[in-house]
């Protein structure tokens, strides 16, 4: 079953509500007329509104870079579902290798956002990957394997088919230094397998699984052709609407 490929481009703590009104006026026209690619972009929660509102009756989504597991209460400076929900945004980042280092974010915090989120129909991208320590050891499709594990416990076979996982090597993330095709595609479908152990094969073919780490306009061709990569999740090149866009038509 050919799965849709997804793209996505994760702003971090950048942009301004009026950087990204430059941003996204510049990038809408650019994508206009991709079809067969979902286009996601995820703001920092203060433009959310905004690009929610721009992108709409565009071929565009919007994804937050991260969702709480409550529906409301005293949880300061997290955000609830029904509250993304509202804005109409349709994706969740969920557990980023940054949230997990510098804001104490566990396996288990990540399990239960990411179930939140897709009870609250928001789809979950959740994002695992191993550092350089732990690649440099040898384990690292163990150590991810852990990861998504933690990430799905209790989710149905039929609800695992709807997640995204983006496969984030820490090592590669702001470095300049991407993966290698053949270094994605090892742990992408890696954790295609684990999600058929842990779940059956309609779930397994029906996840779509993307890699992160420095991809830019020139990588994203390679990484696509890869049978279980199915998207990207983009940092510092989907900053700028040309290079995004590139990324967006990898197909040419
Ligand atoms: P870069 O593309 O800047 O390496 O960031 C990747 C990333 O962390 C996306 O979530």
């Known amino acids: 079953m050919p799965r849709r490929p997804i793209i996505a481009g994760n702003w971090k703590m950048n942009k301004t509500v009026a950087e990204a009104k430059e941003l996204v006026n510049e990038f809408i026209p650019l994508v206009n007329g991709v079809g067969d690619v979902d286009i996601v972009l995820c703001p920092p929660a203060t433009a959310l509104q905004f690009v929610t ?3 709409k009756d565009t071929n565009i989504d919007v994804g937050s870079q991260n ?3 409550e529906d409301s209460g ?20 969920i557990g980023h290798s940054e949230r997990r280092e510098y804001f104490g974010e566990t396996d288990e915090g990540v399990n239960k956002r990411a179930r939140a989120a897709l009870k609250a129909d928001i789809i979950p991208i959740i994002c ?6 732990t690649r440099e050891k040898g384990d690292y499709l163990g150590f991810v394997a852990g990861q998504v594990k ?8 039929e609800e695992i088919g709807k997640l995204v996982i983006a496969y984030e090597p820490i090592w590669a993330i702001g470095t300049g230094k991407t993966a290698t095709f053949e270094q994605a595609e090892e742990v992408c479908a890696h ?7 842990i779940a059956d094969k309609s779930a397994a073919d029906a996840i ?6 420095s991809v830019k306009p020139a990588t994203i061709a390679g990484l696509m052709e890869k049978e279980n990569v199915d998207g990207a999740l ?8 040309n290079d995004f866009s590139q990324i967006v038509k990898f197909k040419g």
């Open 53 to 55: 509102s721009a992108v």
């Open 67 to 69: 969702v709480h597991w």
């Open 74 to 93: 005293a949880f300061t400076g997290e955000i609830a579902p029904p509250m993304l929900k509202e804005l109409g945004v349709k994706y969740a980042i």
């Open 128 to 133: 695992v990957g191993e550092s350089l320590e």
């Open 150 to 157: 933690a990430a799905l416990n209790g989710f149905s076979n």
């Open 191 to 197: 954790i295609r397998k684990i999600v058929a152990d």
């Open 208 to 213: 779509r699984i993307q890699y992160g780490g």
């Open 234 to 241: 983009v940092g510092g090149a989907a900053l700028k609407a």
